[in-house]
Each structure stands twice: as C-alpha cells, then as structure tokens.
C-alpha cells in the first residue's frame, strides 16, 4: 500500500526567510501524481503546488517549490520570502486512483 | 479552479439519530468523490471512494453501514452518518475529480459533526 510520511510535525521560520517541509513516500507504482496542500485556520483545503512522476522538472509556483527526487521517493517543499499568510498545515499527497495524505507540518511564521 | 460545495459545514445532531452531508461539484461534473474524516490536529483520513452509479468502495476499518454513502448524479455525492454516537464527532470533509492528467482533488469547506 501507499504510504506519505511527513517527519516534522511542527516547523517555524522567520518571516521573508526560506523554509523546506520533507516528504517521502513509497510506492510500487511509476505513473502517479504528488501534491502539497494547504491548511489554513479555516480548514479549506489549498492546493499548493502539484507535480507528475513523469515529469523530471522540479515545479514551481511562485514562491513555492518543489524538489522530486523520483528515485529516492523524496518530495520536498521549499517556501521562500515566507509571508505571515503561509501559516498553515501543510499536507503532503500522494495520487494514483485515489489520494493518500501525509500526516502534516504545522508552519509557524514568525514576525 | 473549479467549485465544490459541502453542506452543512455545521451540524449538532443526538445520539441515535442520522444525518446527511452534501457535496456538490457546482462547475463540473465529478467521476469520482472521496470523503475523509479529519480528527483535530490530525490528517485526512480516507474513508471510501464514490464513483457516481455505482457502489462506494470503503477503506479497511470504515463501516460501510455506518457510513453510507450515495452517488446519485455526477455532480451530488452524500454521506450519511446513521445512529450516530458522540465517537462520530469529527470534521468530515468531501473532494471532487475528473479523472483526466493534471488534475488535483478539488475540495469541500468540510462539515463539522457535533453529536451529543
């Protein structure tokens, strides 16, 4: 089965500064999709960013970006100039017929 | 990015009694819909997938007689809670898809279940 492991429950930055949230998964699959999700207060789900397995570029939204790194099943999520906005929960996914979460990064920012 | 519409995004309701949540794809028409439940400071948690006519498939653990779960058109998904009990409290929370490349989960405002 599928797995998403996010191993840092809570994460602070300071405000403008970068920050990387760390995701690996593990799959048998090669054709699947991977995203990170936003949580606010709100609790609406954000989609932050999204990147095909078969795509070897790096996605980029913005300030966010990603580093896949297809063969050691590793999708981090770089945030640079954090903005006071970018607190959140932070979520990780993992796509194939059906989505599967990681357990999340709480992002503080720090003014 | 297309619009999906969860209702009630509150409910209180008493034990033993059942309650329904709507998801609605409002701009699109959803192959598939998944419904999660979300424990506090905890992730989504899938609980089945809904493709519209036909049955839902459930995730080990989630009783399907508790849980039941509806697909009637492509655009209305619902769940059911049945006898509830103050254990189902959550946040319940649906997402919408079109099963073509590139596409994300496009999400409910989720629904928070209070039993007492």
């Known amino acids: 089965a599928q797995t998403v492991t996010q191993s840092q429950p809570e994460m602070s930055v300071q405000e403008a500064e970068t920050v990387t949230l760390s995701c690996t998964y593990d799959t048998s699959e090669s054709d699947y999709y991977l995203f990170w999700y936003k949580q606010p207060p709100s609790r609406q789900m954000i989609l932050v960013i999204r990147?095909?397995?078969?795509?070897?570029q790096n996605a980029t939204e913005n300030r966010f970006s990603v580093n896949f790194q297809k063969a050691a099943k590793s999708f981090s999520l770089k945030i640079s100039d954090s903005q006071l906005g970018d607190a959140a929960m932070y979520f990780c996914?993992?796509?194939?017929?059906?989505?599967?979460f990681g357990k999340g990064t709480r992002l503080h920012i720090l003014p | 990015g297309a619009v999906v519409s969860q209702h009630p995004s509150r409910v209180i309701c008493k034990s033993g009694t059942s309650v329904k949540i709507e998801c609605r794809s409002l701009?699109?028409?959803?192959?598939?819909m998944f419904w999660y439940r979300q424990f506090p400071k905890k992730s989504l948690m899938l609980m089945a997938t809904?493709?519209?006519?036909?049955?839902?498939?459930?995730e080990q653990g989630v009783e399907k007689d508790k849980f039941l779960i509806n697909h009637a058109s492509l655009t209305l998904s619902t769940l059911t809670v049945t006898s509830a009990h103050p254990e189902d409290s959550s946040f319940y929370i649906c997402?919408?898809?079109?099963?073509?490349?590139?596409?994300?989960?496009?999400f409910g405002q989720g629904t928070r279940l209070t039993v007492v």
């Open positions: 990147q095909e397995a078969y795509k070897q």
């Open positions: 997402s919408a898809h079109i099963w073509t490349a590139n596409t994300e989960a496009f």
């Open positions: 809904s493709n519209e006519g036909s049955k839902a498939t459930y």
């Open positions: 701009d699109f028409q959803a192959t598939t």
């Open positions: 996914a993992y796509k194939d017929d059906k989505i599967i």
